[in-house]
């Protein structure tokens, strides 16, 4: 079976990643966003440009979806903080997440969409999160090297 970025594939697969995701206004109401098939670079930006102001989830998720690898990458914002989950299927069955590592933002919890996390795994800054969809866009997955911030990235 050939392998496409990180999944496991049957030979007449082709590999489609789906935009996808709602954000809710200030006066509470839930808009869904069109589902786009293979978004470009500026539709993916325009979408998380909505975030930057909204709350909501958006997410790149590949379809099929494989039995092994990477499958999906989601952003949960909420005023103005982001926090990012890259989920996987492991050999065995079971799901993995992994979220950004932000060293800047500070000890605690944080209230995202109405589930608390941990400040670490959030950043304010967009340019990031924004990198990270260019990249599981062209390649199915994101290195865990984009998933960790530095000194000066937005903190909550």
């Known amino acids: 079976r050939p392998t496409i970025g990180p999944r496991v594939c049957a030979q007449s697969e082709r590999r489609i ?3 996808a995701g709602f954000y809710v206004s200030s006066d509470t109401a839930r808009t869904q966003l069109p589902v786009r098939n293979d978004p ?17 989830i958006v997410s790149l998720s590949e379809d099929p979806v494989p039995e092994v ?4 990458l989601a952003l949960y914002a909420d005023s103005g903080n982001f926090m990012l989950m890259l989920s996987r299927y492991t050999d065995d069955g079971d799901h993995e997440v992994d979220t950004i590592t932000n060293p800047t933002a500070g ?5 995202i969409l109405g589930d608390l996390y941990q400040r670490c795994m959030t950043t304010r800054d967009i340019e990031p999160v924004r990198r990270c969809f260019h990249e599981f866009a062209s390649t ?5 090297a984009s998933l960790k911030l530095h000194e000066g990235a937005g903190s909550p």
């Open 17 to 19: 990643v789906k935009l």
């Open 40 to 56: 470009s670079n500026e539709e993916i930006d325009a979408a998380l440009q909505l975030f930057s102001a909204m709350s909501g």
């Open 69 to 72: 690898g990477v499958y999906e």
């Open 107 to 111: 000890e605690g919890e944080i209230e």
């Open 140 to 144: 199915g997955n994101v290195q865990s």
